[in-house]
Nanobody
């Protein structure tokens, strides 16, 4: 069992930055791939970024590539999402997820989810 708690969301102006954190409980964190997804009002949840269990492989949605960076610290049981150059269309609730997945862009492949953190980007 893994419990995930996101933090770091907030209100920021367009062009600004935020760093989201996702703290995981459990000693098996390092075995899981980790993903970030987001859901805007009236829209489906969408993939943002993912990182393999070792941190050796990362994946990004085209919409955030070059602006967002995912990383993890297995010693701290934490995954991060550094978001730079934020745009109003990045406004959403951001969720982290964990799972022993092969297709890391697929939300259905993840076993554990956090409660989400709100990111609001003003124009």
């Amino acid at each position: 069992q893994v419990q995930l708690v996101e933090s770091g969301g907030g209100l920021v102006q367009a062009g600004g930055s935020l760093r989201l954190s996702c703290a995981a409980s459990g000693r098996t964190f390092s075995l899981y791939a980790m993903g970030w997804f987001r859901q805007a009002p009236g829209k489906e949840r969408e993939f943002v970024a993912a990182i393999s269990w070792s941190g050796g492989s990362t994946y990004y949605a085209d919409s955030v590539k070059g602006r967002f960076t995912i990383s993890r610290d297995n010693a701290k049981n934490t995954v991060y999402l550094q978001m730079n150059g934020l745009k109003p269309e990045d406004t959403a609730v951001y969720y982290c997820a964990a799972g022993q997945v092969h297709t890391m862009t697929n939300s259905g492949a993840y076993d554990y989810w956090g409660q989400g953190t709100q990111v609001t980007v003003s124009s």
